[in-house]
């Protein structure tokens, strides 16, 4: 859910002690409170004032990258491999 929270531009408290999601932590829209009862709430209290950054680069890009990958390979771009595939089996 720590992802999704910030596809959806909302903060995120992780009763955890440690996340895979580390970058979320780094850019100040996820915060680890494990079970302290006082991290909790000063989170919460965090969390119901968060703002999402304005003008932050997307953590995981903007949804745009299956579109460019089809624009690259119909136009004949990409790399030897991709065009040796595009040879081999019939236009992929």
């Not at 992802?3 to 440690?18: G, I, L, N, S």
């Not at 745009?64 to 019939?90: C, P, Q, S």
Request: proline letters at 3%; aromatic letters at 8%.
């Amino acid at each position: 859910m720590q992802k999704e929270a910030y596809f959806f531009d909302k903060p995120c408290v992780t009763m955890r002690e440690e996340t895979e999601w580390v970058e979320l932590v780094e850019a100040g829209a996820n915060q680890l409170v494990g079970a302290d009862t006082r991290k909790i709430v000063d989170a919460m209290a965090w969390a119901m004032a968060w703002k999402p950054a304005k003008g932050a680069a997307p953590l995981y890009g903007n949804g745009d990258a299956g579109g460019k990958i089809v624009k690259l390979l119909a136009a004949g771009g990409g790399t030897d491999e991709h065009r040796a595939l595009r040879r081999n089996y019939g236009g992929i």
